[in-house]
């Protein structure tokens, strides 16, 4: 799963990349359902994305890496070290291992580059996903979980921290993303609780080719990137949830422009099973997020929160819940 820099901040988006705002800030309150208009008139041209992508004030870049140091020493133990590796990356300097250790207990690693250890803040400091917001009405209940783009391991590991008794299928096509991958899996003690699907996610099963990074720099991609094209096996929807044990009662689905496509291709039944999903897509000129919407909607999913990433027109995260 991919990170979101801290100044990718939706209350900063150009009004003329069309970018509706409804009077409240994307980040408004939860409420049970979103019912704010953040429909786009049509997706962005390639010379809207490059302005969208501009660099903010150096004002703005200062106050939020002041809050990211906030927010490192209440969440992480090992905060000071977090912040001088943070600032030597600045620098230029990015060389050995990053770790976090969440105050809960939790432990990450991934290369020290700052596209590989976004997600450990991501997650354990900023909790984009919002994970401390969700009301489980039992922690200790047996849950299935589906993770489609695990990456390096942080929303997993986070999430089984707070649902001891949950196990996960973990689908990561990146080689040697997937060596991080099942390190931080066995650093918290759920090798028996989490089976690691070396795939990706596809419109049908049968092997497919991706852009992969050498050292887990980024996640594999359909589009060109550092490294190169490496073949992987690509299964369907149906397929992992198949590999699941046949249900998955959460699902968190970030594959970097397939989130359409494996939503639109699953029967509704494959999805009856599932109760909440937590959504990250990319900037895909083929999907939309109100196409999304509305077909998750058809199953009985009901969007809870939605937010999108400022600098990169067409991606955000969301999240879905069925209703009760």
Same mark, same amino acid.
């Given at each position: 799963m991919?990170g ?6 939706? *209350? ?7 970018t509706k705002?409804?009077g ?7 409420? !049970? ?5 953040h429909?786009? !008139?049509?997706?962005?041209?390639v ?6 992508? =501009? ?10 890496e ?7 020493r ?25 770790? +976090? ?26 909790d ?5 917001? +969700? ?14 783009g ?15 008794e949950?196990?996960?299928?973990c ?6 993303t ?14 028996g ?14 092997? &497919?080719e ?9 996640s ?5 990137? $550092?490294?190169?094209?490496? &073949? ?11 590999t699941?044990?046949? $249900?998955?009662?959460?699902?968190s689905? !970030? ?13 509704? *039944? ?9 959504l ?5 000129a083929?999907?939309h997020?109100?196409? =999304? ?8 999913l009901?969007?809870?929160w ?10 955000? $995260? ?7």
């Amino acid at each position: 799963m991919v990170g979101k820099d801290p100044w990718q901040n939706d *209350e900063y988006a150009p009004d003329n990349l069309g970018t509706k705002n409804c009077g409240e800030s994307d980040h408004h309150e939860r409420t !049970s359902q979103c019912r704010c208009d953040h429909r786009r !008139s049509s997706f962005p041209s390639v010379a809207r994305r490059r302005e969208a992508a =501009m660099p903010v004030s150096i004002a703005t870049r200062v106050r939020h890496e002041f809050d990211l140091a906030r927010q490192c020493r209440k969440e992480l133990r090992n905060w000071p070290a977090v912040l001088i590796r943070v600032g030597l990356n600045h620098l230029g300097w990015s060389y050995g291992v990053f770790t +976090v250790t969440s105050r809960g207990g939790v432990t990450l690693r991934a290369p020290n580059h700052r596209t590989s250890w976004w997600s450990l803040v991501d997650v354990l400091v900023l909790d984009d996903y919002r994970l401390r917001d +969700v009301s489980w009405e039992d922690p200790f209940a047996v849950r299935t979980a589906l993770v489609i783009g695990a990456n390096v391991g942080s929303f997993t590991c986070a999430l089984a921290a707070r649902l001891p008794e949950a196990t996960f299928t973990c689908v990561e096509p990146s080689p040697s993303t997937l060596t991080w991958l099942r390190l931080n899996l066995a650093r918290n003690g759920l090798t028996g609780r989490a089976t690691v699907v070396p795939a990706a996610l596809a419109e049908a099963d049968g092997e &497919t080719e991706l852009w992969a990074s050498e050292n887990a720099f980024s996640s594999a991609s359909l589009s060109p990137r $550092k490294g190169g094209m490496v &073949t992987v096996q690509g299964m369907s929807f149906g397929s992992l949830v198949a590999t699941a044990g046949g $249900k998955a009662e959460i699902v968190s689905l !970030s594959c970097l422009g397939g989130e359409l496509a494996a939503i639109a291709e699953a029967y509704a *039944e494959v999805w009856a099973t599932v109760e909440q999903l937590f959504l990250e897509y990319g900037p895909t000129a083929s999907q939309h997020f109100e196409e =999304m919407r509305a077909r998750l909607g058809r199953f009985g999913l009901d969007l809870v929160w939605h937010h999108r990433i400022a600098r990169f027109p067409g991606s955000g $995260k969301a999240y879905f819940a069925r209703a009760r």
